[in-house]
């Protein structure tokens, strides 16, 4: 009796437990997307256009997994097991940097890197991400630390930290994506524009940066 009673039992707790996992919704994945593309196609190529070394780019431990994350205050976090990235943030992040300068600067020498650059570049990015994930507002806040250095990394030619944010158009993971996507897109025109100074400068003094 103590037998049939012990097989009835395990019976219904591993039914229960089917019936857990098959009532756990699916989980969805997200990448970063680039700027969109200006109506009047590609943006005009600079003269001689530079090649730009995007890395090293790191990333607080916080950031580094695939669940997305959000702020829930000023030192709290929430972990989504349900909503995640595609990838990891940090490729993500510079894939989409990378695409951006492309766009914005109007060249196609751009290359990321997360170890040593062997390729010839005329500039070099560093970015160090302080934050990066939604708020409890419905914003995507992105906290940067960057400095533009010189084709050997030799010389420093600029460095600045910035914050930038957008507001998601909807509670949908999915919308602050989107939202993470411009903010990240605002730092790319920043970081473009620098560029641009740099290059007038060196056009106007004839020097070598």
Request: aromatic share 8%; net charge positive.
């Amino acid at each position: 009796m103590r037998r049939h009673s012990k097989g009835w039992l395990l019976s219904i707790w591993v039914a229960a437990a089917l019936a857990g996992c098959a009532s756990t919704p699916p989980s969805s994945f997200y990448t970063l997307a680039p700027l969109p593309a200006p109506k009047g196609g590609q943006a005009s190529l600079l003269a001689q256009s530079p090649a730009i070394g995007v890395g090293p780019i790191s990333f607080p431990a916080f950031l580094e997994r695939d669940q997305m994350v959000s702020r829930s205050g000023d030192a709290g976090l929430t972990v989504n097991e349900l909503h995640r990235w595609g990838g990891s943030l940090e490729d993500d992040f510079r894939r989409v940097l990378g695409e951006n300068l492309t766009q914005l600067l109007g060249t196609s020498r751009v290359l990321s890197y997360s170890g040593e650059l062997r390729y010839p570049v005329d500039y070099r990015v560093a970015v160090d991400v302080l934050s990066f994930e939604g708020t409890a507002q419905g914003e995507a806040v992105l906290k940067v630390r960057w400095a533009l250095l010189g084709p050997d990394a030799d010389r420093v030619l600029l460095v600045r930290e910035g914050s930038y944010s957008a507001k998601a158009q909807s509670p949908d993971p999915a919308a602050m994506v989107e939202a993470m996507s411009r903010a990240l897109g605002a730092f790319s025109r920043d970081l473009a524009e620098a560029i641009r100074v740099q290059r007038r400068r060196k056009s106007a003094s004839g020097a070598e940066l």
